[in-house]
C-alpha cells in the first residue's frame, strides 16, 4: 500500500498549456511539501502545506498554484507552462515535529515541449 | 540561512570496496540531518537520520554521525555492493523552518562488479 502517492508519473505537454498533478498520502501526516528536482538533480522546496495552510511558500512563479483539498492531499497546478518547467516534482509529507522524516512519492516526471 | 555542502560525483568504485561521502551543514537553529538515497528512476527513501550531537545514524550497513564541532555528517559503508549504486544527498532541517528539507546536491556512486 504506497505511502505517499502521486499522479501522473509522467507527463509531456507543450508550452502554454496549463496542468495538474495530484499527491495522497496514508500516512496520517499533518505536513505536505512540493520539492522540485531540476536535471542536475538538485532538490529545492517549493512548498508546504500544514493541516491545509500553507507554511512554506519558497521563490516560485505565480503560475504554480498549490492546492489542498484536506491534510492528506495535496495537489500542484501550474498554468502556462514553460521549458524551463521541466523537472522532476517530487510530493512529500511528514510530521510537523522537528526531526521527523519525511517521506516522498515516486516524482512525476514532468516534461516541457 | 541554512545550506549542505557535499561532495561531488560521480564516485565509482569496485564492489566491496570502502565508501565515504563527506558532507558539511551550516544551520541557524539546532538541525536534524539526514541522508537519503535515490535509486534510478525512482523517490528519495530514507537512509538514516540523526537528530542529535553525536547521534550515530545506521541502516543497510551504512553508518554517518551528527558532529557538530565540525558541522559534518559524513556517510560510510564499509563494503559497497553493486546494489548500492545511486543518488546519495545530504540534507538537514530545522524545526522552526516548518520542517522543510535543505538538500545538499547529491552524490552519484556508481558501484562495478
Known amino acids: 500500500d504506497t505511502a505517499v502517492s502521486q499522479t501522473p508519473k509522467y507527463l509531456v505537454t507543450q508550452m502554454g498549456n496549463d496542468k495538474s498533478i495530484k499527491c495522497e498520502q496514508n500516512?496520517?501526516?499533518?505536513?505536505m511539501y512540493w520539492y522540485k528536482q531540476d536535471s542536475k538533480k538538485f532538490l529545492k522546496i517549493m512548498f508546504s502545506?500544514?493541516?491545509?495552510?500553507?507554511?512554506i511558500n519558497e521563490t516560485v512563479p505565480n503560475r504554480f498554484s498549490p492546492k489542498s483539498p484536506d491534510k492528506a492531499h495535496l495537489n500542484l497546478h501550474i498554468n502556462s507552462l514553460e521549458l524551463g518547467d521541466s523537472a522532476v516534482y517530487f510530493c512529500?509529507?511528514?510530521?510537523?515535529?522537528?526531526?521527523?522524516?519525511?517521506?516522498f512519492g515516486q516524482g512525476t516526471r514532468l516534461t516541457v515541449v | 540561512g541554512n545550506s549542505v555542502t557535499q561532495m561531488e560525483g560521480p564516485v565509482t568504485l569496485s564492489e566491496e570496496a570502502f565508501l565515504t561521502i563527506n558532507c558539511t551543514y551550516t544551520?541557524?537553529?539546532?538541525?536534524?540531518l539526514f541522508w537519503y538515497v535515490q535509486y534510478p528512476g525512482e523517490g528519495l527513501q530514507l537512509l538514516l537520520k540523526?537528530?542529535?550531537?553525536?547521534d550515530k545514524g545506521s541502516n543497510k550497513g551504512f553508518e554517518a554521525t551528527y558532529r557538530k564541532e565540525t558541522t559534518s555528517f559524513h556517510l560510510e559503508k564499509g563494503s559497497v555492493q553493486v546494489s548500492d549504486s545511486a543518488v546519495y544527498f545530504c540534507?538537514?532541517?530545522?524545526?522552526?523552518?516548518?520542517?522543510?528539507?535543505?538538500f545538499g546536491g547529491g552524490t552519484r556512486v556508481l558501484v562495478k562488479p
Open positions: 544551520a541557524t537553529g539546532y538541525p536534524s
Open positions: 500516512l496520517g501526516h499533518d505536513t
Open positions: 512529500a509529507s511528514s510530521y510537523t515535529t522537528g526531526g521527523t522524516e519525511a517521506f
Open positions: 502545506y500544514n493541516n491545509k495552510e500553507l507554511i
Open positions: 540523526a537528530t542529535k550531537a553525536d
Open positions: 540534507a538537514l532541517s530545522v524545526g522552526a523552518a516548518g520542517n522543510k528539507l535543505t
